[in-house]
């Protein structure tokens, strides 16, 4: 291998570009995204106003940047959560616990850049982008269901697209509650009864007792 022996020009960052977007995320956060200004970014995220502007653009650039950054690290996370655990109880438990641990963090305002400040936001390109993002946590949750389908966790005639749907709807009721205040214990404990409720066959398919 031939090594690159040429000098870059100027001076070298003294910040991380990736480092600098998280603590935007968290500005975002705690502010919201109308209450934010371009002092708040500059104090949030450590650089100064000039290098904010030539790196990472004006406030709605900076918040476009933010969003799909931290929309890929907890899709990441998300899926991890669903498609680790073997059964499929506990793989919906994970992914319900993922929410609200990740509305949950310590140090850090609650709630979800996603659901609790992007949609408040006036923007078209950022309101497609959260469309894009529901449809592919609901595209991942039918994935998993279609997985127990085939190892008989659930049976053949299992609402795939309507339990999918409700999954995604707890883990926006659950962060929506994690931002209100509601209690990190209380909400995982929810979390992990909703899980079974998912699962629990449709009355029609009930079988009679005996």
Known sequence: MFQNTTRPRGRPRSFDEKDALEKATQVFRSKGYDGVTIDDLVAGMGV???TLYSVFGDKRTIFLRALRAYAEAKGARAAQALFSPPSLRDSLAGFLKHAVESAT???SAPGCLLL???PLVDDA?????LHDAVAAGVALVERRFCDGISTGEIPPDFPV?????????LSRGLTMRAQM???RKTLL?????AADLVILPRRGNAKPED
């Open 48 to 50: 100064k106003r000039p």
């Open 105 to 107: 963090p310590e140090g």
């Open 116 to 118: 609790c400040v992007a």
């Open 125 to 129: 390109e950022v309101r497609q982008f």
């Open 161 to 169: 697209a309507a339990r999918a749907s409700q999954v995604l709807d």
């Open 181 to 183: 205040g509601a209690p």
């Open 189 to 193: 404990n929810d979390a992990a009864e």
